[in-house]
C-alpha cells in the first residue's frame, strides 16, 4: 500500500517549530559532573527531521524563529547548508535566547539531558509569521507536539495546520511530548487530541498517545479508533526495541522490528525514524518499506555522537536494510 | 424552518464561561468621575444568557469558576435563586478575585464600561473541572469567546467543545468579543476560527465575524460560506439597529429588525437576545420566529438598568411581539 | 517636648504612595453578599493623610500614579479640591487600573476589606517620576509602607527617602503594613527595617512592629532601641483601645488615651491618627499633644461613613479634646 | 596606609551571589558561529572572587543558591576543592537553571558574552537562607552588584548588608554590574547608590561608578566625596589600562598601574583584582600594594583561558610584582 501525496506540491515537505542547541559531553559513559567540554550541534525535533529528509534529498523548507545571536545564525548556515529552505526562518527582536539542550551519556540505557526552554526564541514564533504563501506551496506540513506548548507558537502552529487543510496540503504530527515545556499533563491532552484530530498522518510513540489520550492507557486499536473518526489516515505508534506498528483507516496493520546496533546514546531516534519514513512515503515506497527506511535510520543515528550530523545518505539507509533483510 | 435538537437530554443549555459582577451607575447620563454610588448586579455573557434563559423557563446548567470571597458568594446565589443549576461551578482556591465593570451611560449612544479582568477567578477554570458527565446531559453547549482569551480557560473551554461533539450535544458559539482579554487580534482569530469551525450554531455581530477572520471584511455570504464547510449549520449576523440574519446551511436565509424602544444603555442586548433565541429554537419555534423572539428581549433589556435582573419572562416577549406585530 | 522642623520650606508634608478607591457598602451591620449598592470615596493610606492633613490646613503635596480613567480623574480632583497639591501626581499610560476596596461592615467588631491590587496604578510610580526638586521643598515626607510592597514603586519611596536625606526633609514613616501585596513577611521585614533604620519619625501598631521586626516578638523598648541606633528620634507605637506611646530619643515617652465613640467601622483610624499627629507638630504644639490630637481624630473617623471625606476640621479635634479633658 | 580588619573572626571573607557556568570557546580569535566546542569552568564574579581569594590563603566562605542538576552539583565541588566553605550554599528546589556565559574571544579587544540568566537558581537566594550566625563570623562580606538586580537575590543580599553592619563585619560592594539583569538602569541605581552607602569598601570601574549615580558623569572626586558621606571609608576606581586609584577616608590617594601582558581576554579581570587586593588589605599589606596585588592579578588572568580555573598563587603574583618593579 502507497500514501497518494499532491504531487504539483514545490515542497516535499515543510517543517514547523523549533530549532535549537544541543551540547553533547565529549566524554562518553561519564556523569556529566566530571564532563569538561561539549561539543555543538544543531538540534530539535522538526529541525533535525528537516535536516534529515533534506540529506536524503527531499526539498524541505521551514519555519521557525531563531535568536539573533552567534547560536541562532549557526543554526540558521548549518540549516541552509544542509539543502534546508529558511527563507521563512524569522529572527527573533526582542531578546529571547536558543533553546539548549546539554546531554550526558552514562551509558547507553542511561542518557539524560539537562534543558534550557525558559523564553526560547522558537516558542515566540507568532501567528503573523507564518505565510499561508508557503506553507500551500508543500506536500506535507510536519508539525512537532513542543511547539504547541507555550503561545505564542501554539497559536502560529494552529494557523499553520489550518492553511494546510484548507490548501490539501498533509498534516504530519510527530507527537515528541517533552514534559518539560508543558503546565499540565492535562493541558498537553488538549492540545494533542486537537491536532492530532486534524491531522493526516500521526507519528509517536505508545507513551506519547497515552499523553494525547490524558493517561486513558488504551490499546493500540482504541487508539487508531478514535483518530480514524477524524481526520487521520495513516497512525504510526512506535514500541521502542520492540518494533512500530502502521494502522491505515483501511484497516490494514504494517510492522517493521527495530534494527539492532551497538547504541551510544537513544537521542535523535525518533527525529531520523520520521525523517527517513518520511522521505520513503514521498518517493512513492510501500507503507511497509517506509516503516524499515524509519528503523534503520533509526538505528544509524543512535550509534553516532550527535543527531542531526549523523542524519545518514539514503545509500546508507538501503544498505543497511539489504543488509539485514 | 425549524431547528432539531436532542430531546432526550436533561439540560436545555449549558452555559461555559465567565460570571462577575456588573455596577452599574446609580445616575443615568452623568460621566462616571462625577457618579458617587453603584448597583451590583450580576454580569458576564455567559452568565447573563443562562439566567435569561431560565428565567425563560429552560433547564439550565452553569460551568465556571467563581473567587472565594463575598462577591463569588453573591453570584452563585443569585444564578441558584434565578433557576440555573450550579452544582458544577467550581471555587477558586487562589486567591483570584471576581472580574467586575463599572458601567457609565452618558448617553443612550454614549456607554462605557471600566473593566477590571486580571487575573480573575474565571479565566482560572481548569480542563480538569469540566465534567464529561455533565455535558453529555445537555441539549445545547453555550460557548463564550471571552472564555478562549486566557489558558487555563481556554482549554477548559476547548475541553467541553471536544466533549459536546463527542456525546451529539449542539455547540452554539456565542462569539462574545472583548478585546480587553486578549492579546493580540491575531491570536483572537486563531482561537474563534478554530471554535466556529466545530460549532453547530454561531452567534455574533458582524464586527465579531470580522475579528474571526483575522479582519478580512468579508460579506455575510463569504463567512456563511466558509462556516458551513465545517461543522455549523446555522449562522446568526447582527446588524445593531439594523436588524438580524439568520443563515441556515440549507440555504435559507431568515431576518428579524430590531424593536424600537427608549434605550437606556446598549449593555445586556447580545445576552437577553441570545438566552431568547435559544429558548425558541428549544422550543421548536421557526428560526423566523427566535429571531423575533431575540430582538424582542434585547429590545426590553437594553430600556431597563442592568443586564441580568432584566431579563424579561416569556410572556414580555410575546406581549411585545404581538403589539408591533 | 516639642519636634523641630525646618521651617523655611513651602510644603508642610508630601505624601508619597497610593490613591486609591474605597467602594462603601451603603448598608451597615450587613455582609457583603446582601449588600446591593456601595458609594465612592478615595481610599489609601497617604491619600488619606494627605486630605486629612490639607483638610487641617496644612500645605500638603501628594507624589503618586493614577490610573488614566475615570476613577484616577475623580481622585485627582478629589484631591485637588480638598487642597492637595496634585502637580507632581503622574498619569499611567499602561493600562493600569485603581486600586479598589470593598468595605463590608458585620458589626463594629467585624470589618473586612475585599481589595483588588492586581497591577494597579499607584504601584507602577517609577524613580524617575519622583522630583527632587519637589521632595526638597517640604519639612517632612510622608513614607506609606504599602508602596514598597512591588517594583517600581518600592524603588521610586527608596529614591525618594534618599533625597528627603539629602535635603534635610524629615521622612515620617507609616508603616501601614497589608499583607495582602507581598510576596512574604520575610521580605516586607527587610524593606520595613530598611526605611525604618533612614527615617525620622516612624509611626505604626504594635503588630506593624512585628512585622518590620520580622516577628520577633519584642517589647516597645527593644523595638524603639533598636530604631535609636539608626536616624529614628520619635516613634509612635499604637496598641488600639489601650492608647498609643510616643518615645524620644531623648528617653521620654508620652502616652495618650483612646477617645470613646460610637464606633461604625475601625477603617480610617490610622490615616486620621497621623494626619492630626502631624498638624500638631507642624504647628509647635507638644508631643503629648500630638498624640491627643491623633487620637481624637481617630475617634471621629471611626464614627462615621468614609475615610477620607470624614476627615475633621481642627476645631472639631479641639472641641473634642476639650470635651473629654 | 593598612586597612583594620576584626581579626577576632572565624573567616577572612565570605562572599554572597550567583555561581554559575562559564563555557569558553575552545577555539581563540574566531566568532562564535564558527566554534565547535566549549570548555566548562566555574564562573559569576563572587564565586570567582570567593575560588581567587581562596586559592591565596584566604579562610573563605560562600552564600549563594545552586540549581539541583549536574551543572549545580560541579559548581559545588569545584568551589569544595578550591577550598571555599560550601556549608552555606543552598540547593534550590524550584527547578531554576545554572546561568551560562558562552564567551567569544573574537580578538584581545573583541571579547562578547553570550548569557544564559533567565530564572537563574542564583536569584532565587531567599532572606530566610542568610545566616546571621554564619555572617558574624566573618571579616568581610564581599558583596557582588548582579546579586541585587532581582527579588528574592536582592532582599537576602540587603538582609546580609543589614546583619554584617550589625555584627562589626566590614562590607565590601564589588559594583559587578551588568546591564542584562536589570530592568533599568534607574532601578540600578537605586540599589547600588543604597548599598555603596552603607558600605566600607566599595570597588568598581568608572563606568561601574557612573551607574551608582545615575549617570551623572562625576569625577572620582565627586563620587568619593559622596560615598565618605555615609559608610564607605576606602573607595577602588578602576581606569582599565590606564591603572586604578585607592581613594581613602582620611585624604589619602594611592594609585597603581596596569601590567603590560599578553591579553587573551578580559573576563575575570576584575575578578581576580578583587581577591588579590582583598587578600593583600586581610593580610595587613598596605593599600598601594594591595592595588598592585590587585593589578598583577588581573594581568595574569587575562593572559589564560579561564577566569576561576586561572586564578593564581600568591607567588606568582609576587614574582610578576617583583619582576616589573
New interface residues.
Partial sequence: MNYTLNTEKEFDLIAIGRACID?NA?EYNC???E??????YVGGSPANIAIGSAKLGLNVGFIGKLAD???G??IE?YMREAGVDTTNIVIDQEGH?TG?A?T?IKSPEECSI?M?R??VADLYL???EVSEEYIQKSKILLVSGTALSK??SR?AV??AV?LAKKHDVKVVFELDYRPYSW??A??S???Y??VAEQSDIVIGTRDEYDVMENNKKSTNKQTTSYLFKHSANLVVIKHGVEGSYAYAKSGEVFSAQAYKTQVLKTFGAGDSYASAFLYALVNGLSIENALKFGSASASIVVSKHSSSEAMPAAEEIEQLIAERA
Avoid at 35 to 40: D, L
Wanted: hydrophobic content about 30%.
Fill in positions: 551540547l565529549n556523569p556529566m559532573e564532563t569538561m567540554s561539549f561539543t555543538k545571536d552567534q547560536h545564525r549557526f548556515q535566547k539548549l546539554f550526558e539537562l534550557y525558559d523564553n507568532a501567528p503573523s503561545s505564542p497559536e494552529l494557523k489550518n503546565n499540565s492535562e493541558e491532552a488538549v492540545y487530541s486537537l
